[in-house]
């Protein structure tokens, strides 16, 4: 995957509370649209807390005035581009996860 650029990491605020986990969407000027980078680190946190039997809850919640506005379409389309093998992979994942046993874009 690409490197994150400046900013990138405090997109998503990740916090650990006993069993629990809390995760904040930290783009406040863009009500918390998702980036690409937010999209992958939390596939990449879901899944590690599925594995994890110490977690036993898992909070998002957005800062701001808005929980989340949805895809932030251009970020998601410039960022997509700088590792265009990882969408198809993410797309898959993300499929799955919402219960389609088969994905489109295979």
């Known amino acids: 995957m690409a490197s994150p650029s400046k900013g990138d990491d405090d997109q998503l605020l990740v916090?650990?509370?006993?069993?629990?986990?809390?995760?904040?969407?930290?783009r406040p000027k863009q009500l918390?649209?998702?980036?690409?980078?937010?999209v992958s680190r939390l596939l990449e946190?879901?899944?590690?807390?599925?594995?994890n039997s110490d977690i036993k809850l898992v909070v998002?919640?957005?800062n701001g005035r808005a929980f989340c506005a949805g895809?932030?379409?251009?970020?998601?389309?410039r960022d997509a581009s700088k590792v265009p093998?990882?969408?198809v992979r993410i797309a898959d994942d993300l499929m799955i996860?919402?219960?389609d046993s088969k994905s489109e874009w295979s």
């Open 15 to 26: 916090q650990r509370k006993s069993y629990a986990r809390v995760l904040t969407l930290n």
């Open 85 to 87: 093998c990882n969408v």
């Open 45 to 51: 946190i879901f899944s590690e807390d599925e594995e």
């Open 71 to 77: 895809g932030d379409v251009a970020t998601v389309a």
């Open 32 to 38: 918390n649209a998702l980036s690409f980078h937010m």
């Open 97 to 99: 996860l919402q219960g």
């Open 60 to 62: 998002v919640k957005g």
